[in-house]
């Protein structure tokens, strides 16, 4: 096949969906590489890299996607609302794209790829299961995310993390609350204890304990009925207003005792549950910060605004919407990793074998002949799920 990689358009967004080493690793495989040039600049790839794993570098993004037949982006329409419609009018008919799509949260967009007569897969689809886990972005981009979260409240903090013992006396270790502990919560968690912090976590899910444990931080143990706190997929489930306000009343003084505060409580396609409120920020200590990795959903501090900083009561609160894009080598080669992997999943003989009786595929497909096929999508978009008749043939 000819693999196309575009160049990020979204506002803000360095990454690239594949870096040179994927293009070897397709070059392998027989397929023929185009790369619209400067697409892997900013994540430090440049075209030369890419053109001495044979790739073909072409100047017009119009050639990319006239030409190849399927195209890997980090952001398609839906997740690239003010440019992807601009993509979308250079899509040809039954040419597949691979890419996040965000369907959850902007279904109507999947209706127009359909309409395009567009094979679509949205990454972020991708099922929580054993032999997924190494094509599932969602893991691998929220790891840099966790990551990235501690080192911007490390930065705007007043305060240094680990302890010291000087002449000038002794630096007392920050204490760190790291809220949720997914992927993104897990390596939050990590990297607050090597920057020496004392680290506290909780989550909704008590099975997380060992976890959070295991990396050298205390488990916030509070009087809940969480009951089954996880659904099938793997994420944390919404528990409704009633457990989120008990929640907040115990939630309060573990706050205040916090001089840097990390939530990640997020569910796909809802709004993001607020744990931190207005109240438990004005009992903060001056100089706290939060940072909520939630702010695209809502945010999980009541006073978040996204890609905003906002300071009150003496705290800083801030809420980032795209912290991967800011370590885009490193968040590249693993979205490329992850791209390559689903790839393989998708081929046989070096060619797309979409096979609907398989979990992976079934559950990332969006479109295909002209239909929005996945039933989750229909759902929102108050289509029967009864699939047409050319549908039930392929």
């Known amino acids: 096949m000819k693999i196309g990689i575009a160049k990020e358009s979204a506002p803000g967004e360095r990454r690239v969906a594949l870096i040179p080493d994927s293009v070897a690793a397709l070059k392998k495989d027989d397929h023929e590489v185009l790369v619209e040039t400067g697409a892997g600049l900013e994540a430090g790839f440049p075209d030369e890299t890419y053109r001495d794993k044979g790739a073909v570098i072409v100047a017009d993004r119009t050639e990319v996607f006239g030409s190849a037949d399927l195209v890997f982006q980090v952001r398609g329409l839906g997740a690239n609302l003010k440019s992807g419609e601009a993509d979308l009018a250079l899509m040809k008919a039954d040419q597949t794209v691979i890419a996040q799509f965000d369907p959850l949260s902007e279904p109507e967009s999947v209706k127009k790829l359909a309409e395009r007569k567009i094979v679509a897969f949205s990454l972020e689809l991708m099922p929580r299961i054993t032999r997924a886990q190494s094509m599932d972005v969602l893991s691998s981009q929220a790891t840099v995310a966790g990551y990235k979260a501690v080192l911007v409240a490390a930065e705007v903090a007043p305060r240094m993390f680990p302890m010291f013992m000087t002449a000038a006396g002794t630096v007392r270790p920050a204490h760190v609350l790291i809220v949720g502990a ?199 978009l108050g289509m029967t799920n009864e699939p047409s008749p050319s549908q039930k043939e392929a």
């Open 182 to 380: 997914g992927v993104a919560g897990l390596q939050a968690i990590a990297t607050a204890k090597r920057l020496g912090a004392i680290v506290r976590a909780y989550d909704v899910r008590a099975e997380v304990k060992e976890q959070i444990e295991s990396l050298g931080a205390k488990f916030v143990e509070m009087e809940l009925d969480a009951g089954d706190a996880q659904d099938k997929g793997g994420y944390a489930k919404d528990m409704g207003e009633e457990f989120l306000k008990k929640q907040r009343e115990l939630m309060t003084r573990v706050v205040a005792e916090s001089h840097i505060v990390v939530t990640t409580a997020a569910i796909p396609g809802r709004e993001s549950p607020v744990i931190v409120t207005a109240d438990m920020v004005k009992g903060m200590m001056p100089g706290s910060v939060i940072v909520d990795l939630a702010a695209e959903r809502g945010g999980n501090c009541e006073l978040t605004k996204l890609d905003k900083t906002v300071v009150k009561h003496g705290v800083t609160i801030l809420g980032p919407s795209n912290l991967p894009s800011t370590v885009p080598f490193h968040a590249s080669q693993m979205f490329a990793k992850n791209c390559t992997n689903f790839l393989k999943e998708l081929t046989k003989d070096g060619q797309l074998a979409i096979d609907t009786d398989n979990e992976v595929h079934a559950g990332t497909l969006l479109t295909r002949d002209g239909e929005v096929v996945h039933p989750k999508i229909r759902e929102l």
